[in-house]
């Protein structure tokens, strides 16, 4: 089927999520379908069970505005008809068919087709989508299949999100029965039926994910907790009956393994155990669900009741024993998700991981085939555990509030890691589609790969040098996969999260070895560690940090710890000799620390000399430009340098003073500002001025709108995460280098972000 009839889903998906209320939705949804389909009326009736009755609740197209007034039985006219046959009526000349029925006023005598298609969703009906033309062959026959598909996936969509069951509530005073859970799912089976099936995130790292939700336990908390409601008290009640009775067999299993507790801890555990088994507590949980709340919401709400109550105490010992009724709650609210406590060896089943936020570390750890995708309630863009998860293929999905309220341990998720869109134990029409939609990604991807040979040129014949950025040895097989030209951006640090022990120089030096003889000729950049910030190193002994981003991180931690920077640069030296390296400084600072580096680089060579070891004499040294205050001696500092690398990622987040991974502040990271555009630019036009190669390495490079005004700039070197390469590809040979810098001219005029995205969302649709 056509690609524009299967992404029409995604269109209604997005309607969905953007919408406020259920008749804006329709409005919008029959809008969508007249415009796609070039129809000339487009109308949604929604049948209401009580009384039999179909009213027209959305319609493009009609003489006047005659939402809600029209009104049907179901055994009345042509729209009805498709109700009582559940089957598509097709019909030409309408007004001559004896089910027709006129609704002066309309203009609806002028149609000479009728298409009625029933929106069912199993056994449910939900009403019928009628499509209308003026001209006599406006539904050619053979496209009734497609219509009919399109009616099947608007049910599914709208069933399983509510929307017709909201509409069909708020006029009627009754709810018609909501989705389901999926048939034939054992995993779903027996739960309450869910608030939302469906939730919506940043998608960070591309693809499609079909796993079962698993969560890591250290994220469960009750922040995450924040409106629960369920209508089924019966079922709340008994889950909650299990989660404690859980809890108290888990804590006394913890206290049957430590024989060596000491008398004052076990104290505390009885107290954990009195603490659960107190009738008062279950009581004053019942009572919040018997007033609609989930188990979750109210077993929030009393434990905060009980923290509260013991943080009054002046007494420190008893304010003290408030963490005590929080872990407790802690531990039930994973029981009642159904989250395993211990951290994840292996994974039985494809899996999608859900947590607050994961490390790099410890997605270095979980890393394996049925590890399928990630959703995260927090997480920024551009942070190390996406990037990481960019490189193995992951799907990711950030700033997913409310997933702990919505998703089970077990359940079936979708993670659509290109819309953001994250469906909870999805009917088979969505998994269908998304298979669809896979296929054809696969497809495009497939065809993109065709170019992996061609040159990334211009229209107007700019050439352009398209790297990859890697983290691991294995990224290599993606570098030769996605025909990157070169390894503009290798993060030595990746490699050596996981130890127990900075490695040794010939651990390291094998190592980069090996990266430069699978590189097969490509030029590798080596940075050296920039360990800190997000990237942790768990032997570093480093002090907790108020700000980390802005503290003992990168090249600053290499200066000072003298003999494990020197080991790294013997290692990187010693390598030089089997490849062709570059070897690149991150977060440089000033023009003290360039210094600094030239001399031990100098002594180590000298060392090297010393001990008759080769290495690449004519190595290049090159520098990250990612702090704001470089900028302003950038002249000096290229004295000392062969070449520079611009890391937008920290870039954007020293300039506009915003984490790049605090979700808070996520919409204010945004490489499109005008003040970050022009500083790149100012970066670009140094370097070309003083003839000195200008790499871009961050996140942004890959992004088309950030690519044109790159080019715009005068930038020609890029390095992307390796499978982002045949995209940008494409894109490259779409565009013309002059109006590239038309668009850059435009966005250093404009006011924000979000005016500059516009104006390039506009360019790319008209000129390219
Ligand atoms: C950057 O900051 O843009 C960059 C490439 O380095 P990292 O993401 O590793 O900090
Ligand atoms: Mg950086």
């Known amino acids: 089927m056509h690609r524009q009839y299967i992404s029409i889903l995604e269109e209604i998906f997005q309607i969905i999520a953007d919408s406020g209320s259920p008749e804006h939705t329709l409005n919008r949804i029959v809008a969508l379908v007249a415009q796609r389909f070039s129809v000339d009326v487009c109308s949604v009736y929604v049948y209401h069970p009580a009384e039999k009755r179909l009213v027209l609740e959305a319609n493009v197209g009609f003489k006047t505005e005659p939402v809600g007034a029209i009104s049907m039985r179901v055994d009345q006219g042509l729209t009805g008809l498709a109700i009582e046959t559940m089957h598509p009526v097709f019909v030409v000349d309408p007004s001559t068919h004896p089910r027709y029925k006129h609704y002066p006023g309309i203009g609806e005598e002028a149609y000479r087709t009728f298409l009625g298609l029933p929106l069912k969703y199993h056994q449910q009906i939900l009403g019928v989508l009628v499509i209308q033309t003026l001209s006599e062959d406006g539904i050619p026959s053979d496209h009734i299949p497609i219509f009919e598909y399109i009616a099947s996936q608007i049910s599914a969509t709208v069933a399983y999100t509510g929307l017709l069951a909201n509409q069909s509530r708020e006029r009627n005073g009754a709810a018609m029965p909501g989705p389901t859970d999926t048939p034939g799912d054992p995993q779903s089976s027996g739960r309450r039926p869910y608030h939302r099936n ?32 369920s209508e089924q008290p019966a079922s709340e009640k008994s889950r909650l009956e299990t989660a404690i009775a859980a809890s108290d067999a888990q804590i006394r299993r913890v206290m049957e393994m430590a024989r060596e507790l000491s008398p004052e801890e076990a104290a505390v555990i009885d107290a954990h155990l009195m603490f659960l088994s107190d009738p008062s507590l279950k ?29 009054g105490f002046a007494d420190s010992y008893l304010s003290e024993r408030a963490a005590d009724v929080l872990d407790i709650g802690r531990r039930v609210l994973a029981n009642l998700i159904g989250a395993d406590s211990d951290f994840p060896s292996t994974f039985e089943r494809p899996t999608v991981i859900i947590a607050s936020d994961i490390s790099p570390v410890d997605l270095l750890a979980i890393r394996q085939p049925a590890l399928k995708g990630m959703v995260l309630s927090k997480g920024g863009r551009t942070s190390h555990t996406v990037i990481l998860a960019k490189s193995f293929e992951i799907p990711v999905v950030i700033g997913v509030d409310d997933v702990i309220e919505t998703v089970r341990q077990g359940d079936r998720l979708i993670v659509d890691g290109m819309s953001g869109f994250v469906f909870a134990n999805p009917p088979p029409e969505i998994r269908e589609e998304y298979q669809r939609r896979q296929d054809e990604e696969e497809k495009l991807s497939r065809q993109r790969r065709l170019i992996k040979d061609l040159p990334a040129v211009t229209r107007d014949g700019l050439s352009v040098s398209l790297g990859a950025n890697i983290g691991l040895l294995s990224d290599m097989d993606l570098v030769k996969k996605y025909g990157a030209e070169n390894i503009g951006l290798y993060r030595t640090e990746f490699q050596f999260l996981l130890r127990k022990d900075f490695p040794t120089e010939e651990e390291q030096f094998q190592l980069y070895r090996s990266m430069l003889q699978s590189a097969e000729g490509r030029s590798v950049t080596i940075r050296t560690f920039d360990a800190g910030g997000d990237k942790f190193l768990p032997y570093l002994d480093a002090p907790k940090e108020d700000n ?34 570059d070897i690149l400084f991150p977060m440089i600072t000033c023009v003290t620390e360039v210094h600094r580096i030239r001399e031990i680089l100098a002594s180590e060579k000298t060392g090297l000399d010393g001990r008759k070891a080769k290495y690449d004499k004519n190595l290049r040294v090159g520098i990250m430009v990612e702090v704001p205050g470089t900028i302003g001696i950038l002249d000096r500092l290229l004295q000392y340098v062969d070449f520079i690398s611009i890391g937008t990622n920290d870039l954007v987040q020293y300039l506009l003073a915003v984490d790049r991974n605090n979700k808070k502040v996520a919409a204010l990271y945004n490489v499109l500002h005008p003040s970050v555009i022009s500083a790149i630019q100012e970066i670009v036009t140094i370097c070309n001025r003083k003839n000195v190669p200008v790499n871009i390495c961050g996140e942004a490079a890959s992004r088309p709108e950030c690519l044109l005004l790159f080019i715009g700039m005068g930038a020609t070197r890029f390095s992307m995460n390796a499978s982002a390469i045949p995209a940008a590809k494409d894109f490259i040979r779409s565009i013309r280098q002059a109006d590239a810098r038309n668009a850059l001219d435009a966005a250093l005029c404009l006011e924000d972000a979000g005016a500059v995205g516009r104006m390039i969302q506009d360019v790319m649709k008209k000129a390219i």
């Open 198 to 229: 469906y939730l919506r995130g940043d998608p960070v790292s591309p693809g499609v994910a079909d796993g079962y939700a698993h969560y890591l336990p250290e994220s469960i908390d009750f922040d995450q907790i924040r409106h629960g409601v």
């Open 283 to 311: 009581q004053k949980i019942f009572n919040r669900i018997a007033s609609g709340s989930s188990a979750e919401y109210a077993l929030k709400q009393v434990i905060f009741e009980y923290v509260d109550v013991f943080r």
């Open 548 to 581: 980390p981003f802005l503290g003992w991180r990168s090249i600053r931690l290499s200066l000072d710890l003298d003999a494990v920077f020197r080991t790294q640069i013997r290692a990187m030296l010693r390598a030089s000799a089997f490849g062709r390296a």
